[in-house]
């Protein structure tokens, strides 16, 4: 575990401590972490404008190191995102009590997108479990 990580379980945990509207903020916070990542990557030239979506996904989960077991599957309308072994989760690794979920990897990954000038349609919907799926409409 790196402090990176740490630093975002935490501030999940706070955010997790809402109540029922918790997950959310967490999209809105996780936007807003991946509008400053994908800036960065940017910047580094570790992504381009022209990325396609499988490779802002690897840009964003090597920079951050959510998952190593994580992928992603898109088609025509929607780009899933399956992660069994975050690293980032206010509930499973961080062992916070929250009611519900808290989860900002759909949000940073909106962030990233819209950096490079790509804006999926909708939030993200998580499906939280041993393995969560995201699921974003482009």
């Known amino acids: 575990m790196k402090i990176k990580q740490r630093i975002l379980i935490g501030a999940l945990g706070a ?8 997950q959310l903020v967490a999209n809105k916070v996780g936007f807003l972490i991946g509008e400053q990542v994908g800036s960065e990557l940017l910047e580094k030239g570790i992504l381009a404008k ?17 998952d190593t077991t994580a992928f992603m599957e898109e088609d025509k309308e929607k780009i899933i995102i399956t992660i069994g072994d975050c690293h980032i989760c206010p509930k499973k690794v961080g062992k916070y009590s929250i009611p519900a979920t808290a989860c900002p990897v759909g949000g940073m990954f909106r962030g990233v997108c819209s950096v490079l000038g790509k804006t999926p349609k909708s939030e993200s919907e998580l499906t939280p479990g041993k393995i969560c799926k995201i699921v974003i409409t482009k």
């Not at 955010?15 to 918790?22: A, P, R, Y």
């Not at 802002?56 to 959510?66: D, F, R, S, V, Y």
């Open 50 to 66: 022209e990325a396609s979506y499988p490779e802002i996904w690897q840009g964003l989960n090597e920079a951050i190191e959510i």
């Open 15 to 22: 955010v997790g401590k809402m109540g029922l509207q918790s």
